[in-house]
């Protein structure tokens, strides 16, 4: 077995790994070991590497792998607000389609807390693993918030009157749900993009056209 | 005791030293030999003077006051110093100009991810020499440097700064989306920019050449089989391949999309890649227009390599064999 048009690339765990690993055996990758074994990170005979999917970026712009999948969510959060502003250089070269999610500022059910902390306040406090979608969200629409960054879930941070509002990525809306927040605003949706390094986009432009081309003929993605 | 030094700074010992040295001194050996003079510009310069050019990626970061209280900034770069030097020293001089420099230049960049905030470059600049001429000569020492170095595999990507907003005027694209098209292909999102050719009401057979134009790239075919309006806009990448050597055309990737993030550029521009590593190890174009802003109107081309980056791609091709010391201790090659 050898890797796809001798490219590496860099594939997230998580909540996109699945829908990833069925491309690449869609374009013919023996996926097997990759699909079963959740410990090795490595996988040099189909190059293939495995990591959280904050972590493709780093890898991909470094020229570590070639290409990577990611979440939009995940190139949003470490992207540039304008061209030249220490972004990460890689590029977006396709929407994949799958792991459909929405960036959505929520707060807890009833009148909106958010809304009224912000009257009364001045500013609302929102709890966020996506600091930087989060700012620049509420300072495009005009409004003054404390951005608190957390690691985990984010559901507790106005379950216990730390923040009045999250913002935070929703597939379903169960969790939300569950904790009691309703979605207040919706900012963004999110898919899988297909992300590469810019030397190797030159330097193996035709291995990268050729797997694009070939993806956009598969009907598991491009297609979206 | 550890005394820390400022974020994306570092120390350069005896060891590397050598190494670095015996890199610029093959360099400064080609910059020479082709006529190009060295010169030193101070590290501080007036804010007001560094602002008459559009720098974006490049802008200043560091800034102090004088005693009379004037805004000082850390050059960011070395084609606008070079830029003033032309129009005040130079001012009746018959072009062209040939200047080569290595100075450290000083950026805001994010550390972390191998950029430093203070670099060493090394380059040149060929003012009064118009496209396509100045272009190819500026193209060709380039290689000769990289060649003389001994880095085997480098590319020179090469594109042309002019093309996507040329294309953009020519399918009749409105004034007020072209801003946001450009913007999206300058942070590489092609995604993006589908979106927004989608949402812009341009005909599907024009949004289709305007996100397919940028995405090509590869040998001078790319340049042959264009449709119409691209063809046109491709005009001046087509006259600049004709002039290359051999030698250095071979090295030449085309790429249509290639922009690069500093606003003075208005034509041919390129990056050195080098699968040693995974960012350009330089880059430069022609900047027609700067010199106008200092009051002397002359077109220009140049280019700046970092010389670390190219270090770290040279370290990387021959994994310690010493070939680099060897080679600058038997004289210069090239």
Known sequence: ?224 | MIHPLPSGTRDVLPDETREVRAITDILRGVFERHGYGEVYTPALEYESVLARAELAEARPAYRVFDETGAVLVLRSDMTVPIARVVATRYAGSEPPLRFCYFAHCYRGVRPQRGQPRELLQAGIELVGSPAPEGTAEALSVLCRCLAATGLKDYRVGLGDASLFPALMVSLGVPEQARPRLLEALVMRNFVGLERMLAESGISERDSALLLEVPQRRGGPEVLGELPAPAHEAATGLRQVHELLPAEVAERVIFDLGLVRNIGYYTGAVFEVYDPALGGPIGGGGRYDDLLGRFGRRLPAVGFALEVDRLHIALAGEERGTGALLERAQDGIPG
Not at chain 1, 124 to 130: N, Q
Not at chain 1, 146 to 162: D, F, N, Q, Y
């Open chain 1, 1 to 224: 077995m050898s890797p796809i048009n001798g490219l590496t690339i860099a594939v997230p765990r998580g909540a996109l790994f699945e829908g990833t690993v069925d491309l690449l055996a869609a374009l013919g990758l023996d996926t097997e070991e990759l699909r079963s074994n959740d410990r090795k990170l490595l996988f040099a005979d189909i190059g293939v590497i495995t990591m959280r999917p904050t972590d493709v970026p780093t890898y991909v712009e470094a020229g570590a792998a070639d290409l990577g999948v990611t979440g939009k969510d995940v190139l949003l959060e470490q992207a540039a607000d304008h061209p030249g502003e220490g972004g990460r250089e890689v590029y977006e070269l396709m929407d994949l389609g799958y792991g459909r999610c929405t960036m959505v500022l929520a707060s807890k059910a009833g009148p909106d807390p958010a809304r009224e902390a912000l009257r009364r306040l001045g500013v609302m406090r929102v709890a966020t693993k996506y600091p930087r979608i989060a700012a620049r969200h509420l300072e495009g629409t005009g409004r003054q918030a404390e951005i608190v960054e957390v690691k985990g879930s984010v559901e507790l941070a106005p379950l216990t009157g730390m923040v009045e509002a999250i913002v935070d990525l929703t597939a379903t809306g169960t969790t939300l749900r569950e904790n009691n927040l309703v979605i207040r605003e919706e900012i963004v949706e999110c898919t899988a993009r297909l992300i590469a390094n810019p030397v190797a986009h030159k330097l193996k432009a035709s291995p990268i056209d050729d797997l694009m081309a070939r993806l956009r003929g598969l009907p598991a993605a491009g297609g979206a």
